[in-house]
């Protein structure tokens, strides 16, 4: 097992731009979540998946933001027209749950930080 | 709505002292607990979970967090740090069992001071 990966790990664009970020989750995991993490704070919830059916998103997640999961397996974030403020360290993370009401441990990928000139 | 709170952002800590990292939550429900580590240019990792039963938990490397529902707290204490515990720790909860999300606190970064 690879862990959870992720694609680019650095990412600078210049306002205005779309930018694309993809995560590879463990094998057969049907949880898959995005955060989003800023200077000096905790990670913060964005969007998750239940196999290829994004179930919940964030206020945080403005219309430039679109998450996608096809097929179950890998999934993509975008942010179009990238702002200063959407800098930040991009996280993914997935897990296996088997049934509602319990968990399972989410494992984190390494983030791709972007930076937005 | 539910928020971890960890109220120190820098532990500095002599090698071989004793630590504690303090985590408070705010929940009116039944919550599921977790330390996360993130060690320099690295991902973040689980360090130990609470979600039922013995109110103790225990990592591999010396740590420890003991649940406390009267304070609604989750400390992380380790008896005997070493240089290799400098990293990033981050408090996290779970109390909406529909989406499992994780709601973080802002981290505390321990220092080792040789």
Same mark, same amino acid.
């Given at each position: 097992?690879?862990?959870?990966?992720?694609?680019?790990?650095?990412?600078?664009?210049?306002?205005?731009?779309?930018?694309? $970020?993809?995560?590879?989750?463990?094998? /057969?995991?049907? %949880? &898959?979540?995005?955060? =989003?993490?800023?200077?000096?704070?905790?990670?913060?919830?964005?969007?998750? $998946?239940?196999?290829?059916?994004?179930? /919940?998103?964030? %206020? &945080?997640?403005?219309? =430039?933001?679109?998450?996608?999961?096809?097929?179950?397996?890998?999934?993509?974030?975008?942010?179009?027209?990238?702002?200063?403020?959407?800098?930040?360290?991009?996280?993914?993370?997935?897990?296996?749950?088997?049934?509602?009401?319990?968990?399972?441990?989410?494992?984190?990928?390494?983030?791709?930080?972007?930076?937005?000139? | 709505?539910?928020?971890?709170?960890?109220?120190?952002?820098?532990?500095?800590?002599?090698?071989?002292?004793?630590?504690?990292?303090?985590?408070?939550?705010?929940?009116?429900?039944?919550?599921?607990?977790?330390?996360?580590?993130?060690?320099?240019?690295?991902?973040?990792?689980?360090?130990?979970?609470?979600?039922?039963?013995?109110?103790?938990?225990?990592?591999?490397?010396?740590?420890?967090?003991?649940?406390?529902?009267?304070?609604?707290?989750?400390?992380?204490?380790?008896?005997?740090?070493?240089?290799?515990?400098?990293?990033?720790?981050?408090?996290?909860?779970?109390?909406?069992?529909?989406?499992?999300?994780?709601?973080?606190?802002?981290?505390?970064?321990?220092?080792?001071?040789?």
């Amino acid at each position: 097992d690879t862990g959870v990966s992720q694609d680019p790990r650095h990412k600078i664009t210049k306002r205005g731009q779309n930018v694309t $970020f993809r995560c590879d989750p463990i094998s /057969e995991h049907n %949880r &898959l979540y995005w955060y =989003r993490q800023t200077l000096g704070q905790g990670p913060e919830f964005l969007t998750y $998946f239940q196999n290829e059916a994004q179930l /919940e998103k964030s %206020r &945080l997640l403005s219309d =430039r933001f679109s998450a996608e999961r096809p097929k179950g397996s890998f999934s993509t974030l975008e942010i179009q027209r990238t702002e200063q403020g959407d800098s930040a360290m991009y996280l993914c993370a997935s897990s296996n749950l088997q049934q509602r009401g319990g968990t399972d441990t989410q494992y984190f990928g390494p983030g791709t930080r972007l930076t937005v000139l | 709505a539910q928020s971890v709170t960890q109220l120190d952002s820098q532990v500095p800590v002599f090698e071989e002292a004793p630590v504690e990292l303090r985590c408070n939550y705010s929940s009116s429900v039944s919550v599921y607990l977790f330390w996360y580590v993130q060690y320099p240019n690295q991902g973040l990792q689980l360090l130990l979970k609470y979600l039922s039963g013995s109110t103790l938990v225990k990592s591999i490397n010396g740590f420890e967090a003991e649940f406390n529902k009267s304070q609604t707290s989750f400390h992380l204490r380790k008896p005997s740090v070493h240089i290799s515990d400098t990293a990033e720790y981050f408090c996290a909860a779970i109390t909406n069992f529909g989406n499992e999300k994780l709601t973080f606190g802002t981290g505390t970064r321990l220092t080792i001071i040789p």
